[in-house]
């Protein structure tokens, strides 16, 4: 389990060793990766690095090439599905945390139908489906009879919800689930502490251990990611490097996704945000990308429509598209977001863009085997 990995190594000492690579030692990584020569995690710590920022052209270009090498030009396209905005946990930073007296809404299966015959319509076959963190209210029956009503819509759905056991998580594969998005938030553990004070999510071990108990389940594609903004973003790459190292190692049966998301504004009244510029969140991802050849990069409707113009070809692989972060959003429902969106285009206006720039938007790509 990651957690026995996590616990050999110290937040701020990691911050401080990301912070000590040369420029030399960055030229020696991307001189590596040129060539066509194995990366260590030392090579990655110097790609993160803020002397990388010198050299963010030859990443972007390295990026762009070996995306292309591993992935084509096709860009695949997903949009989230809400059930519910119904949580016991609270978060600070979030929207639906338990703290924000907020009406809550939690789909029934007419609701869900309804939303569910809007997206199709619009061709999408990704699905994402996120909750709260209220067992009560969306206990496991609940998300498998969802389930099993979303995948006589959709080829692919995918889980965002809170983190489960093993047994539970084999339940939602056999109920049609073929993908898990599990974000740590951050691996800073003073961090996790000051901002997530009451309900599930704030075991910290637990919430750590969730993508190996999504391997062991043997999911088609687990997802993991660190909120950017939450704790020093240097250390917090730092652990999603060695996270993603981890799962790679261990469960060959899975692909695996990262995402970079970035806070966004949300019900509450928190402030407490560590910036994170444009040029640092390009450089982590192109860093990701040339360490992490064969790993899905996600980039979400939180950014701008600038950025996610620009960075199509330089090592994304998925993007979200129309995305509404409330439940029953699609429908017009009326119920809070659980965070902002930057990018407000439909998916026909984000696939014309994408098309216009080369590449080829992917709305299916999978489909159950037929035994």
């Not at 030229?27 to 050299?55: H, M, T």
């Not at 319509?121 to 099993?148: A, R």
Request: hydrophobic content about 35%; some cysteine; aromatic content about 12%.
């Amino acid at each position: 389990m990651f957690l026995d990995l996590f616990n050999q190594f110290d937040f701020r000492s990691s911050i401080s060793e990301v912070k000590s690579k040369t420029k030399l030692e960055v030229e020696i990584a991307l001189s590596k990766a040129v060539n066509g020569e194995r990366l260590e995690f030392i090579d990655y710590l110097s790609l993160i690095s803020p002397n990388a920022n010198f050299y963010l052209e030859e990443m972007a270009t390295l990026s762009k090439e070996i995306t292309q090498e591993r992935f084509g030009k096709t860009i695949q396209l997903y949009m989230p599905m809400y059930l519910s905005n119904e949580c016991r946990s609270s978060c600070l930073y979030c929207g639906f945390s338990f703290e924000n007296k907020i009406p809550r809404k939690t789909l029934n299966e007419n609701e869900i139908r309804k939303e569910a015959e809007i997206l199709s319509k619009k061709g999408i076959q990704h699905l994402l489906i996120l909750t709260g963190e209220d067992y009560s209210k969306t206990p496991l029956p609940y998300l498998t009879d969802s389930v099993k009503i979303l995948k006589e819509y959709f080829s692919s759905v995918s889980i965002e919800i809170y983190p489960m056991d093993t047994t539970d998580y084999l339940q939602l594969i056999q109920a049609g689930v073929d993908g898990l998005a599990l974000y740590q938030e951050t691996y800073d553990r003073d961090t996790y502490r000051k901002y997530h004070l009451r309900g599930v999510k704030k075991d910290m071990d637990y919430r750590l251990n969730g993508p190996d108990r999504g391997g062991l389940a043997e999911f088609r594609k687990i997802g993991i990611g660190a909120l950017l903004g939450l704790a020093d973003p240097l250390g917090e790459m730092f652990f999603l490097g060695l996270h993603a190292s981890h799962l790679l190692e261990k469960y060959w049966k899975t692909s695996f996704q990262i995402s970079l998301p970035r806070m966004r504004p949300a019900k509450g009244d928190f402030h407490s945000v560590v910036p994170v510029s444009d040029r640092e969140f390009a450089r982590f991802l192109f860093a990701m990308r040339i360490y992490f050849k064969d790993i899905g990069i996600v980039l979400s409707t939180r950014e701008s429509v600038s950025l996610r113009n620009n960075l199509i070809g330089l090592g994304i692989t998925t993007m979200s598209a129309e995305s509404k972060t409330e439940p029953g959003g699609y429908s017009e429902s009326g119920e809070l977001e659980q965070f902002e969106t930057e990018d407000k285009r439909s998916l026909i206006d984000v696939m014309r863009f994408i098309r216009e720039k080369g590449y080829y938007p992917v709305l299916k790509d999978f489909d159950n085997a037929i035994v």
